[in-house]
């Protein structure tokens, strides 16, 4: 019996989760263009997934997959990270994207993940429009991970609560193309190992939370608003930006 009752909770959190529709994305392009010739691969950036990989911790509380990328890496190395990249032509969707990743960074093997829904589009800094995919692993004891090496140099896990508290938080204000905004740090240890978990990872976290929590966070956030150039070809970046 006892295990009855947070199966039955994550069983409604899937279904609650199921019914939620992000808005229109506002980095799908300009359709007044679509006559115009090779304007679909003018105004369409690229594009990328993160998997928001959801467990039930052995307290009672839902935790999240956090990787480090490998310190080898040019961009972002030594970064907290959901898992997630770039998408491939080969996929069938976001979330095939961001499985796909998830395989090859951490070895998670999708038949784990019951996917549930989709959030909002966020754009990093280098105008990679990136897809957080939230996900729920039912059985973290069948998760057996497998790094990446040369992506991955560390995989661990954090309370999704987190991410809406003051606590472990400080933030920095900074100003880009007129406007203010918050960079949110949240600081993590777990074995005596300490991370932290900043800059668009952050950004992504506290909305998740906010919308599995159905609050928002302790915190005021300001967040920056990106404009996509109006004839950009393919930007590049990273999904952790």
């Known amino acids: 019996m006892d295990g009855e009752e947070p199966a039955k909770e994550i069983e409604a959190l899937i ?12 980095y799908a392009g300009d359709p007044s263009t679509a006559a115009t010739p090779n304007a679909g691969e003018l105004l369409k950036p690229r594009r990328a997934a ?21 310190s080898s890496l040019s961009t972002h190395s030594g970064e907290v990270a959901l898992p997630g990249g770039k998408a491939d032509e080969g996929d069938a969707d976001d979330a095939a994207t961001a499985l796909r990743e998830a395989k090859e960074e951490i070895g998670m093997d999708p038949c784990l993940v019951t996917v549930v829904t989709s959030l909002e589009h966020f754009l990093s ?8 995919i939230v996900g729920i692993l039912s059985d ?16 661990f896990d954090v309370p999704l609560e987190m991410f809406l508290k003051d606590e472990n938080r400080r933030s920095e204000e900074r100003e880009r193309m007129g ?49 996509l150039p109006k004839y950009s070809i393919s930007s590049s970046g990273s999904a952790t930006s």
């Not at 105008?127 to 957080?132: A, G, H, T």
């Not at 973290?140 to 995989?155: A, H, M, R």
Request: glycine content about 4%.
């Open 140 to 155: 973290i004891e069948g998760f057996k991970p497998v790094l990446n090496i040369d992506e991955v140099d560390d995989i």
């Open 125 to 132: 800094k280098h105008l990679l429009v990136v897809v957080p």
């Open 15 to 26: 279904q609650r989760l199921r019914l939620h529709q992000p808005p229109p994305s506002p």
């Open 179 to 227: 406007q203010v905004f918050t960079i949110q740090y949240f600081d993590y240890e777990k074995e005596n190992r300490k991370y932290v978990i900043w800059g668009l990872t952050a950004r992504i976290l506290i909305h998740a939370a906010s919308i599995v929590y159905q609050r928002p966070p302790d915190f005021v956030e300001r967040r920056l608003q990106f404009n």
């Open 50 to 70: 993160v998997l928001i990989c959801l467990f039930r911790g052995s307290a009672g509380e839902l935790r999240v997959i956090l990787t480090k990328r490998s």
